[in-house]
């Protein structure tokens, strides 16, 4: 009995178990450093395979120009100057144009998600201009405001308007009813209840339609410069294809896909800045 016992327990005692943190401890983890490497080897690996190609003589110059080729029209560019007078004007048109339509959105937004009285009210006619294309809004806007700095800050407003609004709504309906009623019983005033409960809680579906918004102003953007301009990446575009330029034109995509990164990468690290208390957010994360 003794020695059965004794059996049993140098069995137990000589292969303790091991933790699922020790079995795991063998296996590498990826860092945020290596994520972020690995988010950008595949827009490098296009790149050169597109050079490849290009100097290989499968792509034809006149229908996409090499990376190469675009670069050194870049730096011709950049070396006498238009490429910064081009990009800084498509820049404050969508700058000012995001701060109003923003603004905009987000008190329409604001009053919309805490009166139904408000959303019978506006909220069917915002979506009824919600639904009309910005290439149908292009005579009216014309007839408007001519072909001043005016008419294209309205259309990008307008596009930035919406997705704010829609997820500021959204992200205050969805607020826990219980955290309002654990605001009242402390004894929060109304308007502490909706700086320190309903504002956080609306926070990340409002940063959505932040970086939604984002995107689509410069999709307004190329399309308001469309109207009369002689300054704009849109209009570098538009009066390169005139001329063939297929080289500028490639390098206006480029552009606005260098923005749109840089724009997103901005709208995350607010994000970080302003979810960090969220259980349910990766504030370290590379997202």
Known sequence: MTSSASKSFNVQTAAPPVSNESARGHKRRLGNAEFLAISWATPALVLVVWELLSRAGYIEPQVLPAPSSVAQTAWEMIRDGSLFVHLAYSLARAATGFAIGGAIGFG????????????????????????????????????????????????????????????????????????????????????????????PGAMPSILTGVRYALAVSWLALVIAE????????GFLAMDAREFLQTNVIVLTLLIYAAIGVLADCLARLLERRLLSWHPNYDAKGSR
């Open 108 to 199: 329409l937004g604001i009053l919309v998600g805490f009166s139904r009285l408000a959303e019978a009210v506006l909220d069917r006619s915002v979506q009824m201009v919600r639904a009309i294309p910005f290439l149908a809004l292009l005579p009216l806007v014309i007839v408007w405001f001519g072909v001043e700095e005016s008419g294209k800050i309205f259309l990008v407003s307008l596009a930035v308007l919406f997705p704010i609004y829609i997820n500021t709504v959204l992200g205050i309906r969805q607020v826990d009813p219980k955290l309002l009623e654990v605001g009242k019983v402390t004894g929060l005033s109304l308007g502490e209840q909706i700086s320190k409960i309903v504002l």
């Open 226 to 233: 469309t109207i009369a301009t002689t300054k704009g990446i």
